[in-house]
């Protein structure tokens, strides 16, 4: 083990983020600096609020930092003043320059949300959601230049269960993210080398951003998509549909099955478990749902808003 602490500066802004910060603190690590993007406007006033890793920042005493950019030679000079053993990076949402991947003396780790060189980019959740992957993971990354083509340290792997959303999988995959660089930081600490795989060049797929364009429900489809898309946009950023003449968000549903009479879009059932749409291919049952202005309600209760839209008998 190295005479004084293993310095690591911290880079990440969102709540996915906040575990990996948690793990660099309890390792034995010094965490000298955190890095994040600079306060945002939120909320119905659209005051300036700090990040979710500002504030865990905050809360435990570390020094914060929050370029616009890291391109700059005054900014890479305030990085290298914190003398850095190691700069550890979570959905940070700033691009580092080669100068500032050199600064550390070991470099740049990243922990990124997919089995690599599956999902390299932004939104690895949502997309292998939306595949209908079966699988995923964590990598803790030995950053380059490249997006997200870095040789892979550390590895963990998760299933995608037929109710994971966007949301339980962010959450797992968290803690997963955590667990894979405490295991790298401990392994560090001891004196270990880790060995770096390269990526493969085969089986590269990006994970574009989200975009809100992208939350309407296009019953054209197949369900067997529609359901992928409710789940992998739970909780952001939703998936929207006309129902019955009326614009809802659709928080649950399921494809039951093969196409029933009716045009897509159109109401072929609907009763105590859930309103069935014919889509392009299939069908796909809603069980939660939320009209303008209100809140998430089960089928059953929209139905009793909308009794004309009930069978005689359950879809």
């Avoid at 549903?253 to 105590?272: D, K, L, T, W």
């Amino acid at each position: 083990m190295s005479a004084r602490p293993l310095r690591v500066v911290f880079a990440g802004t969102p709540e996915f983020a906040v575990p990996c910060l948690e793990a660099c603190r309890a390792s034995g690590a010094e965490v000298v600096a955190v890095y994040t993007q600079p306060d945002r406007p939120a909320g119905r006033g659209r005051k300036l609020a700090p990040s979710p890793v500002k504030q865990a920042a905050l809360a435990a005493g570390i020094a914060v930092e929050q370029p616009e950019t890291l391109k700059t030679a005054e900014a890479q000079a305030t990085l290298a003043a914190y003398r850095p053993d190691l700069m550890v990076v979570v959905a940070y949402g700033l691009i580092l320059p080669r100068k500032v991947l050199a600064i550390p003396r070991l470099g740049c780790w990243n922990v990124h949300a997919s089995l690599l060189p599956r999902w390299r980019g932004a939104a690895p959740i949502q997309r292998a959601i939306l595949a209908g992957d079966s699988e995923t993971g964590v990598g803790l990354m030995q950053m380059e230049a490249g997006l997200d083509t870095g040789p892979v340290l550390l590895e963990k792997r998760t299933a995608i269960t037929g109710d994971d959303t966007g949301g339980t999988l962010h959450d797992r995959l968290a803690a997963l993210g955590a667990e894979a660089l405490a295991d790298g930081l401990a392994r560090v600490l001891a004196g270990a080398m880790l060995t770096a795989t390269p990526q493969v060049a085969e089986g590269v797929v990006y994970a574009h951003k989200l975009d809100k364009a992208e939350s309407a429900l296009d019953f054209s489809r197949p369900a067997i998509a529609l359901e992928r898309q409710v789940r992998a946009f739970d909780p952001w950023p939703g998936s929207d549909a006309e129902l019955a003449g009326e614009r809802v968000r659709v928080w649950a549903a399921r494809a039951v099955g093969p196409s029933q009479a009716g045009e897509a879009g159109r109401v072929i059932a609907a009763g105590r478990e859930g309103i069935a749409i014919a889509c392009g291919e299939g069908t796909l049952r809603i069980t939660a749902l939320q009209r303008a202005g209100g809140r998430r309600i089960s089928a059953a209760d929209y139905l009793n808003a909308r009794p004309e839209l009930r069978s005689p008998r359950p879809p």
